[in-house]
């Protein structure tokens, strides 16, 4: 396994201008009279950000500004039978030595810039709560990270790439944050490497087996157990997202390639399809202009193009159905209403060893963006002095 590089983002002249002179080229498709968002995302959105993006937004102070933020690194991991592959990722340790080693893994169409704003507050000092060493990679495939070059890199080998990057920082021992992608990659690392170096995951984005037949007694509980408002609430934005919200994943699960070409070649088709999810999978969160086209930028830029981020789709598609052995580790959740599924705490009770969770009134998929108080907040209480996971990393208690 190879040592550690720095890393900082240099995007050449050379692409900035071929971006902008695909920008000015760019042609925009009609509309129909008063459709806002029912047809997806509203032209006049799109063509603000494209003029935007092309004669207004300075990547090169946004470059500057992550490089100066996010302490950045690669390395080779090996991945049994896939070669070794270059990993990027933040890591930054906190000033208290016995903070505990957080790996924080993202999802589509996320990035390690999500880390941003909870790194300063997780790896913070005091004696009120406790710090951690944060480590968030990049995703084979995604950002800075090289792509698979082989088909079939799978669940099993996302976390096994995650794993062996903590170890390679010296963390043989370590708990974990995911969300999207990251919260499925997480509870195979759970599964797999729980216990020896896994101790305790938390994840934003908590999903849970449904009740079956096959357990007559749960079963038989669920049909007589009325819901909840919250628990209805939830299940209308389940519904919603599996109804009207999940087209992208049918086709970046079969044919991922074909959009690929799309994609890669025109920027405008980028940013109309992701910031279709930044705003439909947020609560009411406020983006600014130049955050959408920083957050697509990243994916523009990428080292393989956004395309190589679409494949996790096609790869990971059966874990979707059935998401695997239950982790026996202790598990935290956080609980947000426009999270993209929102599944009743009990379904999550009865597959998993939750030993903390938290709900919460407003937010959505992106928590560590939309809301990055409150998730640190649940984090901290689930590894606190008094926490249901407290000193769960023997010798790292995360105070001073």
């Not at 305790?200 to 079956?212: D, R």
């Not at 599924?341 to 379904?347: G, K, S, T, Y």
């Not at 407003?362 to 809301?371: P, S």
Request: aromatic share 12%; proline share 6%; with cysteine.
């Amino acid at each position: 396994m190879s040592s550690e590089t720095p890393f900082q983002i240099d995007v050449s002249d050379e692409k900035l201008t071929t971006l902008r002179a695909k920008l000015e080229l760019a042609s925009f498709p009609n509309e129909l009279e008063d459709a806002g968002w029912k047809y997806g995302a509203p032209l006049a959105d799109i063509k603000r950000l494209t003029e935007r993006w092309q004669n207004g937004y300075d990547w090169r102070k946004y470059e500057k500004e992550i490089n100066e933020q996010l302490p950045m690194f690669t390395r080779d991991i090996d991945v049994d039978g896939f070669g070794a592959l270059n990993i990027h990722y933040v890591h930054k340790k906190s000033e208290t030595v016995d903070a505990i080693p957080l790996l924080f893994c993202h999802g589509w169409p996320g990035s390690f810039l999500e880390v941003g704003k909870i790194l300063p507050l997780l790896t913070a000092s005091a004696p009120e709560h406790p710090s951690f060493h944060v480590v968030a990679l990049s995703l084979p495939g995604f950002g800075f990270s090289e792509a698979p070059h082989k088909q079939g890199f799978g669940i099993n080998q996302y976390a096994e790439v995650a794993h062996k990057l903590m170890v390679a920082l010296g963390y043989k021992e370590y708990v974990t944050h995911g969300g999207d992608w990251g919260g499925i990659i997480t509870r195979r690392m759970a599964s797999v490497y729980g216990g020896r170096h896994h101790k305790a995951w938390h994840t934003n984005l908590p999903i849970g087996k449904s009740p079956s037949w096959r357990s007559p007694l749960s079963f038989l509980s669920f049909l007589l157990t009325p819901w909840s408002v919250e628990e209805k609430a939830g299940i209308e934005r389940t519904t919603w997202f599996h109804t009207k919200g999940r087209g992208y994943f049918s086709e970046q699960s079969t044919q991922p390639q074909t959009l690929g070409y799309a994609l890669t070649d025109s920027p405008v088709g980028l940013l109309a399809w992701i910031y279709e999810k930044l705003v439909l999978w947020t609560d009411n969160y406020n983006w600014s202009d130049d955050e959408v086209l920083t957050w697509i930028s990243l994916y523009w830029f990428s080292r393989d193009g956004p395309a190589a981020s679409l494949r996790i789709y096609f790869e990971l598609r059966a874990e979707c159905e059935d998401i695997g052995q239950n982790p026996t580790i202790p598990m935290g959740a956080s609980f947000f209403p426009k999270e993209i599924i929102v599944l009743p705490a009990a379904w999550l009770r009865k597959s998993n060893n939750v030993v903390f969770e938290s709900h919460h009134k407003t937010g959505g998929h992106f928590a560590a963006t939309e809301h990055p108080e409150v998730l640190v907040q649940d984090i901290r209480k689930m590894f606190a002095k008094g926490g249901p996971a407290f000193a769960i990393v023997p010798g790292r208690t995360g105070y001073a």
